[in-house]
């Protein structure tokens, strides 16, 4: 399952992120790496244990809150705290996949990424390069957003980032464990909510129909959530 999140930040929330972001010390991207991803990784990224960070990814955590379209197709349970990273003058990184279970520094917080999430956060014109490429069951996607935008997709996929041959690319990164672990099942769960909210939209959300088909979502996803 591969979403994108139009306008998850607004450009006011965009530039108050980058204030506080673009003010703060960058350091070698591999303080986050694997073993595999330090072998492929050239990037710049915010210490996760920063106040820049620590501030930047609660606003971006908040906006993820506000946006219906996330929780539908996440259903998180947890998610890490979100970081930051930047590539320039040809740095990239290259194919891998995405550990399967993130514990945050100095805490022992553990995540299983189930899911990944890019949120943009610098406009596509101002620099050349730096598309996100992801391997799918349908062919290779290739993802380069506007400033506020994200995409959501699994952390299993093969992905990589292209060289950024000019101008900077600076976006937010992070995983997230949702409460349906089988991406089919989620995948089936968005797509029901999407046309419970069609038929709603159609029908009024008094009508039989769409209380019907809100309990067999809700049915569905007690089935397969882990709370």
Known sequence: ??????????????????????????VDGNITSGHQSALAKRNLQLPEESDAAKRGGQMVLDALGRSPLFI????PLKIFPPLFNSYAGGQAFGVHVDNAVRIQAGTGFRVRSDLSITVFLEDPAAYEGGELTIETNFGVQQVKLPAGHAVLYPSSSLHRVEPVTAGCRVASFFWLQSMVRDDGARQML????????????????????????TGVYHNLLRRWAEA
């Open 190 to 213: 968005f797509d029901l909510d999407r046309s419970v909210q069609g038929v709603a939209a159609a029908l009024g959300q008094g009508h039989e129909e769409v209380i019907r088909l």
């Open 72 to 75: 539908a197709a996440a259903l």
């Open 1 to 26: 399952m591969l979403i994108a999140i139009p306008d998850l930040l607004d450009a006011d929330g965009v530039a108050a992120i980058r204030a506080v972001i673009d003010a703060a010390e960058w």
